[in-house]
């Protein structure tokens, strides 16, 4: 099992569209194509050119923009299975 970095994952989707493949926390499989670049998220509050992310709730838990659903969503470092760019 690839294990995968909470700053890894978000240093990736800083700079990228990327498809994440995760267990939800129901059990289910879900893909979501999702990403951290400013230019893709809607009135994004930025600093030097970063997304600024708020810390809430778990800090397991890594808020994304998810670019099919037009909104945040969310999921555990520790419930990825696959990651890839694009």
Known sequence: MT???RDGLI???RHNIVTVTFT???GDERVMKCT???EHVP???TTNGDL???SKGSSNNIPVWDLDAS???SFKV???KTISIG
């Open 52 to 54: 600024v992310l708020e």
């Open 36 to 38: 951290l670049l400013p």
């Open 78 to 80: 520790e419930s990825v």
């Open 24 to 26: 939800k926390v129901n």
């Open 11 to 13: 240093d990736m989707l």
């Open 3 to 5: 294990m995968f970095t």
């Open 43 to 45: 009135n994004a509050p």
């Open 71 to 73: 909104g945040w969503r």
